[in-house]
Nanobody, 120 residues
Framework: QVQLVESGGGLVQPGGSLRLSCAASGSIFSINRMGWYRRAPGKERELVATITSGGSTNYAGSVKGRFTISRDNAKNTVYLQMNSLKPDDTAVYYC??????????????WGQGTQVTVSS
């Protein structure tokens, strides 16, 4: 089994910053793509950012230039640095990982979510 544990959410004022972390643990052979998604109240879950094992990144247009995704492969951890936060960024943020459980088997895993609230 593989577990993803997120941390770093909370309440922040508009214009502020937060850093989310997500650590993967368990029976991991390797991790391919890792990413962050979010679900705002009354909306569908949406992609925030992804990063490959080689460090290639992809961002939603709404966060480009404000958020930075990074990872530490040695620690099986992905980060999301969020700057210039806006009330529209308020959502539950979920970590995801495409995990290779062996050389022949992959599976997708999700964290439990962490709340980010941007409000004055």
């Amino acid at each position: 089994q593989v577990q993803l544990v997120e941390s770093g959410g909370g309440l922040v004022q508009p214009g502020g910053s937060l850093r989310l972390s997500c650590a993967a643990s368990g029976s991991i052979f390797s991790i391919n793509r890792m990413g962050w998604y979010r679900r705002a109240p009354g909306k569908e879950r949406e992609l925030v950012a992804t990063i490959t094992s080689g460090g290639s990144t992809n961002y939603a247009g709404s966060v480009k230039g404000r958020f930075t995704i990074s990872r530490d492969n040695a620690k099986n951890t992905v980060y999301l640095q969020m700057n210039s936060l806006k009330p529209d960024d308020t959502a539950v943020y979920y970590c995801s990982a495409d995990v290779a459980l062996s050389r022949w088997r992959n599976a997708d895993y999700w964290g439990q979510g962490t709340q980010v609230t941007v409000s004055s």
